[in-house]
Nanobody
Framework: QVQLVESGGGLVQAGGSLRLSCAAS????????MGWYRQAPGQQRELVAT???????NSADSVKGRFTISRDNAKNTVYLQMNSLKPEDTAVYYC?????????????WGQGTQVTVSS
C-alpha cells in the first residue's frame, strides 16, 4: 500500500514559521513531481508549490518569497518551509505526488494537515 503522510502543521502567530513534511512509503519505483496544495474553508483547493524530481520549483504568487519547497529523494520526502505566515495562509495543507508504483503510475494525496495562523 502506497501512502503519503504529512506532519508539521499547527497553530502559529502571524509572522511566525512552520515546516511541513510529507513522506511517501510503500512499493514505490519512482517519484516524479511532488507538491503542496491547500484548501481554506469554503474555498477550492489551490496549488501552493511544486517540485520536480530534478529540483525545479514552481509556486503560487501569494507565497513567493515566503514559502520554500524542497525534497529529499533518498527519503521520498517533500518539505514546505513557511515563513512570514499570514492569517490568510490558514488552511488544510495537502501533499501530492506523481508516483510510479507496482501496477502503474498514479497521483496520490496525503490526508492533510491543518495550519492555523492567528492575527
Amino acid at each position: 500500500q502506497v501512502q503519503l503522510v504529512e506532519s508539521g502543521g499547527g497553530l502559529v502567530q502571524a509572522g511566525g514559521s512552520l515546516r511541513l513534511s510529507c513522506a511517501a512509503s510503500g512499493r514505490i519505483f519512482r517519484i516524479k513531481d511532488m507538491g503542496w496544495y491547500r484548501q481554506a474553508p469554503g474555498q477550492q483547493r489551490e496549488l501552493v508549490a511544486t517540485i520536480t524530481a530534478g529540483g525545479s520549483t514552481n509556486s503560487a504568487d501569494s507565497v513567493k518569497g515566503r514559502f520554500t519547497i524542497s525534497r529529499d529523494n533518498a527519503k521520498n520526502t517533500v518539505y514546505l518551509q513557511m515563513n512570514s505566515l499570514k492569517p490568510e495562509d490558514t488552511a488544510v495543507y495537502y501533499c501530492n505526488a506523481d508516483m510510479v508504483i507496482l501496477g502503474g503510475r498514479g497521483e496520490y494525496w496525503g490526508q492533510g494537515t491543518q495550519v492555523t495562523v492567528s492575527s
